[in-house]
């Protein structure tokens, strides 16, 4: 057998119990073993320059909280341990961890026993649900838990000593999370218990090791922080909130741990839907379609910085050197945003279904994306071969542009409409498309058709002349860039649209006008008068 093994001294290598040949040149340890069940046993020392982090106090922060903390994504935690360190092998695990007196020492699964060793603790953590190597984990240090039960499951949060007061600011709507994604996913939460271990200069976010994510103490935050000028809580009045970082990672417990990628070219399967659902969660708890959409909107401006400024991939891809090149942009916001333009396409109930069978079906195993394909295929009863094929194995997105005229005389808009993207994308998307058309007598008319051309033109019957024609109003499509010859006075109608996405795209015309009548007409009257966004002005 082969187990991963970097920058370590293997002292023995034992198999039931008696010594074991075994071969090891500083990365991989090869055991050899006879066919069948055994016990194997390696004794080994090792300072880990990597998975595995010190943090203690220095000269510089003499009142820094000293505590450990792994970080095993994508494949550092053989770093520390040996072990087949790659998401498609799944194991359970053990973890007996002896720390000083004082310390709390935190791994996944359930705690088995704590016993006192004089001047040590030895904490005994076991998972009896398989779950892959880079979700294996500990955190030991100086830590308060603070505990609240939520439905079957226990919820704890651990915190630097002296800062227990403030997990209930960052962690609050944890317990809410987990019922709102038991609920959409029809799955409930896989796990025994959840965990929150806050540790200094971590290196991400936060990690969504099993059963116990890692976030950065920095995600810690006070009442004021919280509800400046307020009392807790103050929704809608929030200032600096946690619920974005701890709705992403807790997602994961679903997508990426109980159902894992098979390999790094479809990490998408884990980090798309983080970020899909957390989205999704803002929406459940803010109560608002327009904070759901705009945070999506957000997505699709990070994944077209990175296209513009950078390179344009396909989703999934083998094209890489180390795994850390899959974890950008294209894995995260573009994915997000090619789950919700399925999940438009397919209708909400369609997508939950279709999303509770990929689950169900791959529990505690590994998925690619082909599995996920054939899980909604199924429920919803139509190919969806075409639609992969243009947004997750091919690079780019669709480039539309469009313009519309109207002719009094035979009372029509004449509308034509372009697929403009370059060589890097897709040659002809197909597309179901939507236009919101206002007229001056307040009616609105939504068009619908599916655009499967490189250039169409379109034929409206219309009684008048449009005040403005507005491209996908309820960004029904995520993945697309768009643009349009539209006019100040157009732009400056269409920012009365009920739609968010019309007044982003008018703000965008007024915004590259930039003439007086598109600032003092425009800009400055969306400013002082009706918010674009919910409840918020600007």
Not at 107 to 113: I, P, R
Not at 351 to 366: D, S
Not at 416 to 431: H, N, V
Request: some cysteine; glycine content about 6%.
């Amino acid at each position: 057998m082969e187990l991963d093994a970097a920058e370590m001294r293997i002292i023995s290598v034992r198999v039931d119990g008696q010594d074991a040949k075994f071969e090891y040149d500083g990365r991989a340890l090869r055991i050899y073993i006879n066919p069948g069940s055994h016990i194997v046993q390696v004794n080994y020392e090792t300072k880990p320059r990597k998975g595995l982090y010190f943090v203690l106090p220095d000269e510089y922060y003499r009142d820094r909280v000293p505590m450990v903390w792994t970080q095993g994504e994508s494949e550092d935690n053989h770093y520390w341990i040996p072990m087949p360190d790659y998401p498609n092998v799944k194991f359970t695990s053990e973890l007996l961890i002896i720390v000083p007196k004082h310390w709390t020492a935190i791994s996944n699964g359930v705690l088995v026993e704590t016993r006192d060793l004089g001047n040590e603790v030895l904490w005994h953590w076991k998972l009896d649900k398989p779950h892959s190597a880079y979700l294996v984990a500990l955190a030991a240090g100086e830590f308060e838990a603070v505990r609240e039960d939520c439905n079957e499951i226990t919820i704890e949060h651990y915190v630097p000593r002296g800062y227990s007061d403030r997990a209930r600011f960052s962690f609050y709507r944890t317990c809410d999370m987990v019922k709102f994604y038991s609920e959409y996913t029809g799955v409930k939460y896989p796990w025994p218990n959840y965990k929150h271990v806050a540790v200094s200069e971590f290196i991400y976010g936060g990690m969504e090791n099993t059963t116990i994510t890692i976030v950065t103490d920095t995600t810690l935050h006070d009442e004021h922080a919280h509800c400046p000028g307020s009392k807790f809580p103050c929704q809608g009045v929030e200032d600096f909130s946690s619920d974005g970082l701890v709705a992403h990672e807790l997602a994961h417990q679903w997508f990426g741990d109980f159902v894992t990628t098979k390999d790094w070219a479809n990490i998408w399967l884990n980090e798309s839907f983080a970020t899909y659902f957390e989205a999704l969660y803002m929406e459940h708890a803010k109560g608002g379609r327009d904070e759901f959409l705009y945070e999506l909107y957000q997505n699709l401006r990070n994944y077209l910085n990175e296209y513009g400024n950078r390179y344009a991939r396909p989703i999934v891809t083998r094209l890489y050197k180390d795994p850390e090149e899959m974890f950008d942009r294209h894995t995260y916001e573009k994915g997000s945003l090619v789950l919700h333009t399925l999940r438009n396409l397919l209708s909400d109930e369609t997508f939950r279904k279709g999303i509770n069978l990929y689950l169900t079906r791959h529990a505690h195993g590994n998925a690619d994306t082909e599995d996920l394909r054939k899980a909604l295929e199924e429920v919803s009863g139509q190919p969806l071969d075409w639609f992969f094929t243009q947004f997750v194995y091919s690079s780019g997105h669709p480039v539309i542009k469009y313009s519309w005229s109207y002719d009094p005389g035979n009372k029509f808009i004449k509308l034509s409409i372009s697929q403009a993207q370059g060589d890097d994308s897709y040659p002809i998307y197909r597309l179901p498309l939507e236009f919101e058309i206002k007229y001056s007598s307040g009616e609105v008319e939504i068009f619908r058709f599916e655009l499967n051309e490189r250039e169409t033109t379109i034929y409206i019957p219309a009684s008048e002349r449009p005040q403005y024609v507005c491209l996908d109003p309820q960004f029904k499509v995520g993945v697309k860039s768009v643009s349009s010859d539209k006019g100040v006075e157009e732009a400056i109608a269409e920012l009365g649209s009920e739609n968010l996405m019309c007044r982003l795209e008018a703000i965008d015309a007024l915004t590259k006008d930039g003439s007086a009548r598109a600032v003092e007409g425009g800009l400055s009257k969306a400013l002082m008068g009706r918010p674009i966004l919910g409840g918020r002005q600007g």
